[in-house]
């Protein structure tokens, strides 16, 4: 089975901190991603990698950096936090995308993030 | 830009009762629909993905359907254990990697 671990379910920081999210996954995926879920938002795109050391921008990265020098680890980055990026964080991962056959990203448990 | 829209916000039912939940979507090029449930507290869990209209596709007391603007996931006689959130999402036609861009979800409750 697919695994994919969050270093933190619960995490309390304070206004102004830098903040790091690691994710890990198991199964050699090349692609990576960060979304933000939020109550009446849903989930939203941070950011995504499709290779070591590459990254996109997703829906909302604003706030945000990434970093990805292993295959196996994304990392998440709020350098300097504030208390509008108090969420759900959840991290994602997904082979290397083949046509139209196969899309299923495998989710973390989610990291409940809260800034004072 | 992608959008999707999930109805209804939250559904009870109970034990037994056969129902529909909606995803309407607006999206340039579809490229997936993919449906998820996701418990309290856990990351979402895949269950379907649908590619052209007319599709369906079935997991147990779940069925998927698919047509040009929208989906429904069927829930034939439920069980408590069925109680979820259930997520719908999209891929554009943007290619390779990309994310999805999901709804807000229906919040099921299945009471026994």
């Known amino acids: 089975d697919v695994k994919v671990t969050q270093s933190s379910r619960y995490l309390v920081k304070r206004t102004g901190e830098k903040v790091f999210l690691e994710c890990v996954q198991d199964m050699d995926h090349e692609n990576m991603f960060w979304y933000r879920q939020d109550p009446g938002l849903g989930l939203r795109l941070i950011y995504f990698s499709y290779d070591v050391k590459m990254k996109e921008k997703g829906d909302i990265p604003e706030g945000y950096s990434v970093s990805r020098e292993k295959k196996e680890r994304f990392s998440l980055i709020l350098e300097s936090a504030s208390t509008n990026q108090t969420s759900m964080y959840l991290c994602?991962?997904?082979?290397?995308?083949?046509?139209?056959?196969?899309?299923?990203?495998?989710f973390g448990p989610g990291t409940r993030l809260t800034v004072t | 830009e992608d959008q999707v829209t999930q109805s209804p916000e939250a559904l009870r039912l109970q034990e037994g009762e056969s129902s529909s939940l909606n995803c309407s979507y607006t999206?340039?090029?579809?490229?997936?629909l993919f449906w998820y449930r996701q418990d309290p507290g856990k990351g979402p869990e895949f269950l379907f993905t649908?590619?052209?209209a007319g599709e369906e596709k079935e997991k147990e007391r779940l069925k998927a359907t698919l047509t040009k603007k929208e989906s429904f996931l069927h829930i034939t006689a439920p069980k408590p254990e069925d109680s979820a959130t259930y997520l719908c999402?999209?891929?554009?036609?943007?290619?390779?990697?990309?994310?999805?861009?999901f709804g807000k979800g229906t919040h099921l409750i299945i009471q026994p």
């Open positions: 649908l590619y052209s």
């Open positions: 999402a999209v891929r554009n036609g943007r290619g390779g990697a990309d994310g999805l861009t």
């Open positions: 999206v340039s090029g579809l490229r997936g």
């Open positions: 994602a991962s997904l082979p290397r995308v083949a046509g139209a056959t196969s899309y299923e990203q495998y």
